[in-house]
């Protein structure tokens, strides 16, 4: 390796990154320990393979040092499409494992390509962000940069793995960075809203709640004169459509009399904005409005057809709609008892009983952070947080100090998908996120993932060397 590389790479991002994989090692052999086999190099354990992963991992974070930076942009599309290639091959031939076709298997050898893929998005949107005149201003340059990041993610939905699919949703996070526009990110936190709501209360509720909402943001805005025509109006339909609805025999939802009343509403407020243009912000509040409603009557299709059967269970069970300790339930509420087991400093390396006795499933991959959290206790798990939270407010750090946007883009897209992997992973272990089956970085057992997290982070940390350089 270089000296130059020896001297210029960023070595507290570096000592972040070992201290994560060794003590993610360690929770690894713990979840497969068993004191009457103790056999260290057993090659059927999972933790002697996780040490040839991490082997192979090191010798990827080698080459990646001693290749040159604009390697990585120059061939950004290529490795991007060569990803494509693999996502669809894996689609067509690749084995299914717990409902995913997402795997390639060769012998006792298994790889994810949704994982490499990752890594592959982040280059080609640093490549296409970094692009001479790109402006998300541009509706152009708006629609490639999303169909990058939509492209993969839709095949691998057709895979069926739906929270590998999920992390590309937080490339908007690196979006808004470089000029998005917040009313984008708005819409998609309201998105999200809007779709938990739809499963906890009724659809009329939720309409009500959004015609409401964006009154009230019109009448802040200062289209008070036109707003209270088109109220009027609109108020005069709705008790019309309710009195049709109440009196007749009909099977419609409430939510569908609402309707009506909202077109009449929206087509005045329109027609008031484009002849005596009182208001720029108007357009833009009702397309927020219809796009929240067609998400709202929409939910039911997406949640009852889309989803798996046990997807479902998995987020009723969250949402508190229904109860499963023994099934959907189960592991979420095994993965509890086990963190809450370890109190405040743990029952000691090796003598966790719920890791010990293979009482939470996927102990050493999903669930890996409850062997943390019973034998290393709130301590232990605390410490877990810390390290994280210093990688990602590093890592945010030096994307901030780079020279190149191909550069800053791509760094803050690793930040960006370490922490929705993250917080999701540590969510799902406490009750707070739907288990949806993606991996702690550097700690879950398995080879794709830490390659693939590893391939992200010391790509960034090889542009980093040359961060006063254009690398275009």
């Known amino acids: 390796m270089p000296n130059r590389s020896n001297k210029s790479i960023d070595w507290i991002t570096v000592g972040l990154y070992s201290l994560l994989v060794i003590f993610g090692w360690f929770n690894i052999y713990a979840a497969n320990y068993n004191p009457e086999h103790p056999v260290f190099f057993d090659t059927n354990k999972e933790y002697f ?41 894996v689609l067509l031939f690749g084995k299914e494992i717990n409902g995913a076709k997402s795997w390639f298997e060769v012998g006792p050898i298994r790889f994810q390509p949704a994982e490499l893929a990752k890594v592959a998005t982040n280059l080609a949107v640093a490549r296409a962000l970094s692009r001479y005149g790109f402006s998300f201003d541009k509706f152009g340059d708006l629609l490639k940069a999303g169909a990058v990041v939509l492209f993969p ?8 793995d739906t929270g590998s699919a999920l992390v590309y949703s937080v490339f908007i996070l690196v979006f808004y960075r470089e ?39 019109l009448y802040v805005k200062g289209a008070r ?65 219809w796009s929240a409603i067609l998400l709202t009557l929409s939910a039911d299709y997406l949640f009852e057809d889309i989803l798996s059967d046990y997807q479902r269970n998995r987020i009723d069970v969250l949402l508190g709609l229904k109860e499963d300790p023994l099934g959907a339930g189960y ?14 400093i743990g029952k000691g390396y090796l003598q ?8 939470v ?70 009750g707070l996120a739907p288990v949806i089956g993606i991996p702690l970085p550097f700690f879950s057992y398995g080879g794709s993932s830490l390659w693939g997290f590893s391939l992200l982070l010391f790509v960034f940390l090889k542009l980093d060397i040359n961060r006063n350089e254009l690398i275009r």
């Open 49 to 89: 393979k996780q040490l040839v992963w991490i082997g192979f991992s090191l010798l990827f974070i080698g080459i990646i040092l001693i290749t040159d930076s604009k390697f990585y942009v120059e061939f950004a599309y290529i490795f991007y499409g060569f990803t494509l290639l693999l996502l669809i091959v």
């Open 153 to 160: 993610m839709l095949l691998i939905l057709l895979q069926n």
């Open 179 to 217: 000029g998005l526009t917040g009313y984008i990110l708005t819409f998609g936190i309201v998105a999200a809203i809007v779709a938990v709501l739809t499963l906890i209360v009724p659809n009329s509720t939720i309409i009500g709640l959004i015609i409401f909402s964006v009154i009230g943001l």
């Open 225 to 289: 004169s036109a707003l209270l025509k088109a109220t009027i109006g609109g108020s005069v339909i709705l008790i019309l459509s309710y009195a049709v609805y109440r009196f007749s025999d009909t099977s419609i939802g409430l939510e569908y009399v609402l309707l009506p009343a909202i077109l009449v509403f929206s087509i005045y407020m329109l027609y008031t904005t484009l002849a005596k243009r009182i208001n720029k912000f108007v357009p833009t509040y009702l397309l927020i409005l």
């Open 331 to 344: 592991n979420v509420n095994q993965s509890k008892i086990a963190i809450g087991s370890g109190g405040l």
């Open 352 to 359: 966790g009983t719920q890791t010990k006795f293979n009482f």
């Open 361 to 430: 499933p996927e102990q050493s991959t999903d669930f890996i952070y409850c062997t943390v959290g019973e034998e290393w206790g709130f301590i232990g798990s605390t410490a877990v947080v810390i390290l994280f939270l210093s990688l990602f407010l590093r890592l945010i750090y030096l994307a901030e100090k780079q020279h190149s946007i191909f550069s800053r883009v791509y760094g803050y897209g690793v930040a960006s998908i370490f922490f929705f992997h993250f917080a999701i992973n540590i969510g799902m272990t406490i």
